[in-house]
Nanobody, 119 residues
Framework: QVQLVESGGGLVQTGGSLTLSCTASGNVFNVNAMGWFRQAPGKQRELVAAIVNGNNPDYADSVKGRFTISRDNAKNTVALQMNSLKPEDTAVYYC?????????????WGQGTQVTVSS
């Protein structure tokens, strides 16, 4: 089993910053990617940022230049530095880890952390 624990969400004013952190524990082997998704009320969950093994980070167009994802493979952690936050960034943010398990990619999700940006 794999457990993901997120921290760092909260309430911030427009233009402010927050840093989200996620630590994976348990059978964390053969990691393919680590990243962050978000889901706003009434909307589908969407990719915010991710780092796939051997590749540069991938960002949603809406957060490019404002958010930075970082990954520590030795500690199985992934962080999301969010700057210049906007009200439209308000959502529940979920940590995601892809693992290769018996030749198949499996997704694991954190419980989600609320980010609220006030105007």
């Amino acid at each position: 089993q794999v457990q993901l624990v997120e921290s760092g969400g909260g309430l911030v004013q427009t233009g402010g910053s927050l840093t989200l952190s996620c630590t994976a524990s348990g059978n964390v082997f053969n990691v393919n990617a680590m990243g962050w998704f978000r889901q706003a009320p009434g909307k589908q969950r969407e990719l915010v940022a991710a780092i796939v093994n051997g590749n540069n980070p991938d960002y949603a167009d809406s957060v490019k230049g404002r958010f930075t994802i970082s990954r520590d493979n030795a500690k199985n952690t992934v962080a999301l530095q969010m700057n210049s936050l906007k009200p439209e960034d308000t959502a529940v943010y979920y940590c995601n880890v892809d693992l290769w398990v018996s030749g198949v990619l499996r997704d694991y999700w954190g419980q989600g952390t609320q980010v609220t940006v006030s105007s």
